[in-house]
């Protein structure tokens, strides 16, 4: 059964580094999201994409958060500089349509120290 | 702003019983819902969609309701198992596809 892949499972970076989190959506989807969850806390929306470009965005979605398709295959999330509040599991989401059921990825934990 | 609100937070019932977990949200114009499961530091396993138009999805032991006018969903498990203590959290979607999430509810089942 197709699924969506994460990488890396576990990212430890210091404050102000950069960070790219990669996914592998489904391969015949085209609709791509990156959710986020604190630890004890709910799951909250980043972002979605859809045809190469960002389709809705939420507040935390700030400028230091960018995604891109780069290679028509993985579908990554670049925080530029990160805070120690950017610690979360984040989860890469796709789905075929956008009113389908979303398919989620394993996620990545971040730690930011 | 939609908001989704599971109760109760938690729950810890003997095995083989049957139960019921709440979800409610604010606005009724959601295109699906989903629930998913969560084990602790795991990720997110989809357990069922419901399309706004459908009023209930089953699968296996668990069924899933939902009341877009009165913006209700129940997931019902039947004849539980230890096996199926985690972390149940509902999540709607809105117009953008965007998933809103409830903060979910703890099911411990005590053999």
């Known amino acids: 059964e197709p699924e969506v892949t994460q990488t890396p499972s576990h990212q430890v970076t210091q404050m102000g580094q950069e960070v790219i989190l990669r996914c592998v959506p489904i391969?015949?989807?085209?609709?791509f999201y990156w959710y986020r969850q604190i630890l004890g806390q709910k799951v909250e929306f980043l972002v979605s994409?859809?045809?190469?470009?960002?389709?809705?965005k939420s507040e935390i979605f700030d400028d230091q958060f960018s995604v891109e398709r780069p290679d028509g295959s993985n579908f990554t999330l670049k925080i530029r500089s990160t805070k120690l509040e950017d610690s979360a599991m984040y989860f890469c989401a796709t789905n075929g349509q956008g009113f389908n059921e979303q398919y989620f990825g394993p996620g990545t934990r971040l730690t930011v120290t | 702003k939609q908001e989704v609100t599971q109760i109760p937070a938690a729950l810890s019932v003997p095995e083989g019983e049957n139960l019921v977990l709440n979800c409610s949200f604010t606005?009724?114009?959601?295109?699906?819902l989903q629930w998913f499961r969560q084990d602790p530091g795991k990720g997110l396993t989809s357990l069922l969609l419901?399309?706004?138009s459908q009023r209930e999805q089953t699968s296996g032991r668990l069924n899933a309701s939902l009341d877009k006018s009165s913006g209700r969903s129940t997931l019902y498990i039947a004849a539980s198992q230890p096996g199926d203590s985690a972390t149940y959290l509902c999540a709607v979607s809105d117009s953008n596809y965007q998933l809103i999430w409830g903060a979910g509810t703890k099911l411990i089942i005590k053999p």
């Open positions: 391969s015949n989807h085209l609709y």
């Open positions: 994409f859809y045809n190469n470009e960002i389709s809705e």
């Open positions: 606005d009724s114009a959601i295109y699906n």
């Open positions: 419901i399309q706004s």
